[in-house]
């Protein structure tokens, strides 16, 4: 049973423009929403979060929009930058285990 | 402040060898999770560790593969028998309660 549903697997973005990732969940119980970003070779990194209360967040050119009626939220790159290709995790928890959606890898072109 | 430890960064291993893997979370930090991320597949939950404790081993497969995180030193997954389909990336983190903190994981072999 995936929990987390990420789309794209893939992305191109040309560098400026806006890239945008998305994810569904199923159990509503879950309370945190984080993001991570992973380069080759490396771990993943948190990124930005969010808790449900909220419907945006924001942090510098990266902001997360969540809909929870819909039970979906999204990861939006402004300006994107050849710098932020990598892959990105969205995931969601409740308590200390935090499931994991499939990532997109995002490629921006210079 | 170092962050999450893992070691080997890389190993390879005959199949039927065992596989030894080292985590050692950040200072404070007293929750470990194993992960398994396979290529175009995400970071698979193995197991859950406290000092002393596994508090969820759901995502551990039933046979060969064990964790544990002793009162001192380390957290280590072992593998038994090793056999190719175990040629992995596995990612520890750490936590004091969520928020986890990824070492630059173990990326395992087998041949």
């Known amino acids: 049973q995936q929990q987390v549903k990420q789309s794209p697997q893939s992305l191109i973005v040309q560098k400026g423009g806006i890239s945008i990732i998305n994810c569904a969940y199923e159990?509503?119980?879950?309370?945190?929403f984080p993001w991570y970003q992973q380069f080759p070779g490396k771990g993943p990194a948190l990124l930005i979060a969010i808790r449900p209360d909220v419907s945006e967040k924001k942090e510098g050119r990266f902001t997360i929009s969540f809909n929870k009626s819909a039970k979906q939220f999204s990861l939006h790159i402004m300006d994107s930058q050849p710098g932020d290709s990598a892959t990105y995790f969205c995931a969601a928890s409740r308590g200390d285990k935090i499931i994991f959606g499939k990532g997109t890898r995002l490629h921006i072109l210079p | 402040n170092a962050g999450v430890m893992q070691n080997p960064r890389h190993l390879v291993r005959r199949r039927g060898q065992e596989a030894r893997l080292r985590c050692s979370p950040m200072?404070?930090?007293?929750?470990v999770y194993w992960y398994r991320q396979l290529p175009e597949e995400g970071l698979k939950f193995m197991v859950y560790l406290q000092k002393e404790n596994i508090i969820d081993e759901s995502g551990m497969p039933k046979e060969r593969f064990s964790a544990e995180f002793p009162k001192e030193g380390p957290s280590i997954l072992r593998i038994q028998q090793v056999v190719r389909g175990d040629s992995a990336a596995y990612f520890c983190?750490?936590?004091?309660?969520?928020?986890?903190?990824f070492g630059s994981g173990t990326r395992l072999t087998v041949v």
């Open positions: 159990n509503t119980a879950f309370d945190y």
């Open positions: 983190a750490s936590s004091p309660r969520g928020g986890y903190t």
């Open positions: 200072k404070g930090h007293s929750h």
